[in-house]
């Protein structure tokens, strides 16, 4: 029930308790203000639109994505998302609706657990420096976690690549199956953010668990099996949905449901919708946990979480023929994992004591990717190991 209330009252805004006599709990950061509200429904109506422009002008008909067409998409939303940097950069304060030094402190004191960045940050004599600090913190926190969501989705890539062989969905279909399955990520993530904000606003020890998590997560990223398989009738959400639905035997051109001798059907291309919400579910549980190290503001951790959702698709397409050459990426997400996770445990009495910055994390992030790719372009599979890693593919 708890759970329930956080869930509802993050939406609601910050006078609905006292105008309609509700009790509801003392968790002032999940009540939205006015403009948090307004800024965070044009953030959701832009998305839609840019959605229907791409399945509304350029998707009218089941097609194969071209390279082009992929590199286009992905070239968009990289452009997308560094614009809304620069936008948050100069005007990240009207998110809150901050207007004088009093609730600039307010939200600073809420969002920063450390004293010493809350210092870096506000000066009581200085509101315009005080601002312009906030502002260049809250940009380039949603940089550097746009950049670890963007970094961890490569993982997802895998995964759906593998899904989407084993369960023999054509290739024209793939992007109508990652579309619904992105909208279904995008609220599941609003609901895992906001609840996991809310968790580390009241238990911030919690920060620990996530941090381990993390390095568990790691860890076993550098043992799984490059060769792992998915066997589709073994697959848990294929058992729940044979059990508890009628599932029609064969894809039925681009349907997720068809209607037989009177009853409804479930298609297999509507279980491997479920699927990759499944899986979004599973990777959302590392890669939420991971932005929180960067900052603990739900709203840049929901932006920079769904410019790096809407890339992913794109990417998809971009990166799935060529996957195979960037054999080291994989062990340098794990490494990145990792990372994330030791800067989550040791933040407060290890890294802060230092001044460990949040740009250092940032630059940390690029290193390892670029190490990472560098060294799979210098260091090829073998002609014979890399066939083999497209004939799965």
């Known amino acids: ?3 329930c209330t956080l869930i509802v009252v993050c939406i609601l805004p910050h006078n609905f308790g006292t105008k309609f006599a509700i009790p509801l709990p003392d968790l002032p950061l999940f009540f939205m203000n ?4 307004l800024f965070f429904t044009c953030f959701l109506s832009f998305i839609a639109l840019m959605l229907v422009i791409d399945l509304g002008v350029f998707s009218r008909s089941s097609h194969k994505v071209s390279f082009r067409e992929a590199s286009a998409w992905s070239i968009i939303w990289i452009a997308l998302a560094l614009g809304f940097y620069f936008v948050i950069r100069n005007y990240g304060d009207q998110i809150h609706g901050i207007e004088n030094y009093k609730e600039l402190e307010k939200k600073v004191n809420l969002y920063e657990s450390s004293k010493e960045d809350r210092a870096k940050v506000l000066n009581p004599n200085d ?3 005080s601002l312009d600090r906030y502002r260049a913190k809250m940009g380039l926190e949603f940089l550097t976690g746009w950049l670890l969501e963007y970094s961890l989705s490569v993982d997802n890539i895998f995964v ?5 062989a084993s369960f023999k969905v054509r290739e024209k279909y793939y992007k109508k199956v990652l579309m619904w399955g992105i909208l279904g990520a995008v609220v599941m993530r609003f609901v895992f953010i906001f609840l996991g904000a809310a968790l580390l606003h009241e238990f911030h020890w919690i920060i620990y668990i996530f941090g381990a998590l993390l390095i568990y997560s790691g860890i076993k990223m550098f043992k799984d099996d490059e060769d792992e398989k998915v066997e589709p009738e073994k697959h848990p959400v294929v058992k729940f949905v044979s059990r508890y639905f009628r599932v029609f035997p064969r894809y039925v051109k681009s349907y997720f449901f068809v209607r037989k001798t009177g009853r409804l059907f479930a298609t297999p291309l509507f279980v491997v919708v479920l699927i990759i919400e499944f899986t979004d579910l599973i990777f959302a549980v590392d890669s939420i946990p991971a932005i929180f190290a960067v900052t603990e503001d739900p709203y840049i951790v ?6 790096a959702i809407m890339g992913l698709r794109s990417m998809f397409f971009f990166l799935s023929n060529v996957m195979h050459f960037f054999h080291y990426l994989k062990t340098g997400l794990a490494i990145l994992l990792i990372f994330i996770g030791v800067k989550m445990i040791g933040h407060e009495y290890v890294l802060e004591p230092i001044g460990f910055k949040t740009e250092y994390s940032l630059y940390i992030i690029l290193a390892i990717l670029v190490t990472s790719v560098t060294a ?6 073998k002609e014979h190991e890399a066939g083999e890693e497209v004939g799965k593919h």
């Open 160 to 164: 759906i690549i593998l899904l989407f």
């Open 34 to 37: 006015y403009n948090e509200l």
């Open 376 to 381: 799979s372009l210098l260091f090829p599979k």
């Open 302 to 307: 929901f932006f920079s979480n769904i410019f």
């Open 127 to 129: 509101y315009e420096g």
């Open 1 to 3: 029930m708890y759970v």
